[in-house]
């Protein structure tokens, strides 16, 4: 069982960065995949990124691909969204995930989900 809690989110004129975290509860956060994603107002869910249990391989999704970047310190049973250059269409709640695969961009591979942190772009 892993328990997930994103923080971090804010609100941020566009051009600026924020950090988000995930922290995670449970011995076995290292065995698992994580993943960042997003839901804007109106849209779906969609995939953001993940790194794998050791973190040595990342993937992002195209609209985000050198700005974002994922990372984790096991040791501290943390993930991260380090987010730069933040554009208006990057508003949205962010959740944080844990799975068994790697890489996937598919929500029903991930099983377990934090509650999400808001994240808010002005123009």
């Known amino acids: 069982q892993v328990q997930l809690v994103e923080s971090g989110g804010g609100l941020v004129q566009a051009g600026g960065s924020l950090r988000l975290s995930c922290a995670a509860s449970g011995r076995t956060f290292s065995s698992y995949a994580m993943g960042w994603f997003r839901q804007a107002p109106g849209k779906e869910r969609e995939f953001v990124a993940a790194i794998r249990w050791s973190g040595g391989r990342t993937y992002c999704a195209d609209s985000v691909k050198g700005r974002f970047t994922i990372s984790r310190d096991n040791a501290k049973n943390t993930v991260y969204l380090h987010m730069n250059s933040l554009k208006p269409e990057d508003t949205a709640v962010y959740y944080c995930?844990?799975?068994?695969?790697?890489?996937?961009?598919?929500?029903?591979?991930?099983?377990?989900w934090g509650q999400g942190t808001q994240v808010t772009v002005s123009s």
């Open positions: 995930a844990a799975g068994n695969i790697f890489p996937t961009t598919a929500e029903l591979e991930y099983g377990y």
